[in-house]
């Protein structure tokens, strides 16, 4: 059985930081690109960043510089370092396994003004 989980999400000022995890189950991790989605309330799900098996990293413009994706082989676990947080950060983070099609259950980031 195939799952990512998601973890770390909370809530944080304006400012802040967090570090949010996927944790893989299954032999596939290594060979996936994986990637860290977001959805606001009323909005489209949005890509974040992606990491390829060979560590090439894509990262949408309003997350660069703030924003840093990494990945763990070792420990099948992705991760997304959120600096400099903003409101409009808002919203459910989802973790992606591609081109197999995973996706975790999604962690909630809310971040006060």
């Known amino acids: 059985q195939v799952q990512l989980v998601e973890s770390g999400g909370g809530l944080v000022q304006a400012g802040g930081s967090l570090r949010l995890s996927c944790a893989a189950s299954?032999?596939?991790?290594?060979?996936?690109?994986m990637g860290w989605y977001r959805q606001a309330p009323g909005k489209q799900r949005e890509l974040v960043a992606t990491?390829?098996?060979?560590?090439?990293?894509n990262y949408a413009d309003f997350v660069k510089g703030r924003f840093t994706i990494s990945r763990d082989n070792a420990r099948n676990t992705a991760y997304l370092q959120m600096n400099s947080l903003r409101p409009e950060d808002t919203g459910v983070y989802y973790c992606?396994?591609?081109?197999?099609?995973?996706w975790g259950q999604g962690t909630q980031v809310t971040v006060s003004s």
């Open positions: 299954g032999s596939f991790f290594s060979i996936c690109t």
């Open positions: 990491i390829t098996p060979g560590r090439r990293i």
């Open positions: 992606n396994a591609a081109p197999a099609g995973f």
